[in-house]
């Protein structure tokens, strides 16, 4: 919901060190690898008991996954580049919950579930959407330059990395947390699939 917003802001110093570290030879995929190992480490935390230590390193690897593509505009753009970072993301999304299933079964394990079966119907109203715009010809930049069609919702990064870094500081509140914000996911995911039927000319 925040993110077109917060483009203007944070785009300018991560274009920046993008230039820098592609000055340096690193190569966008490399950054995008590095989110994921960082994102790792943080759910490694997180199930070993931890979950404040955590928020570094998932902090660490929400800022390579936006710097990864400042790296590739700096250097080279490749459709695998932004294929692998879609599947690093939906990695670092899946492993997250599950690691804090992992550190209270009992308390965490049902609201987990409940998060990765939002996060999973979320994901495919976001890539079912980004093929429908592909076959249309439609195009966006309203959340930065991205190698497919980046349909905004009611949650995105900005809320998404909020959601994770409270939970981190307060693991108690994880379950709470997990429903309401799986349930948000959901209103999200339905938003889309109006959104795409009405592109689609899809019968009311």
């Known amino acids: 919901m925040f993110d077109a917003r917060l483009r203007p802001l944070i785009d300018p110093p991560l274009n920046a060190l993008g230039r820098c570290l592609a000055r340096r030879g690193m190569t966008a995929d490399g950054v995008t690898l590095g989110g994921l190992i960082a994102g790792l480490v943080a ?8 979950p404040e230590w955590a928020l570094l390193p998932l902090l660490g690897s929400r800022l390579l996954d936006g710097l990864d593509g400042a790296v590739a505009r700096a250097s080279r753009r490749t459709d695998f580049g ?3 970072d879609i599947v690093c993301d939906f990695a670092f999304y ?9 550190l209270d079964p009992s308390a965490n394990a049902v609201p987990a579930a409940f998060l990765l079966f939002a996060f999973y119907v979320n994901g495919a109203t976001f890539l079912g959407f980004a093929i429908l715009a592909e076959k249309r010809g439609l195009e966006t930049s309203a959340q930065g330059i991205k190698s497919l069609y980046y349909s905004a919702g009611l949650l995105e990064g900005a809320e998404t990395i909020l959601f994770l870094s409270v939970v981190c500081l307060v ?20 938003a889309r699939v109006l959104n795409a039927r009405a592109m689609a000319g899809g019968r009311p």
């Open 171 to 190: 693991p108690a509140w994880f379950a709470a947390l997990a429903w309401l914000f799986g349930g948000l996911c959901l209103v999200t995911a339905t």
């Open 43 to 50: 759910a490694g935390l997180i199930a070993a008991g931890h």
């Open 82 to 84: 932004g294929y692998l």
């Open 94 to 102: 899946g492993v997250v919950p599950l690691a804090f299933a992992v």
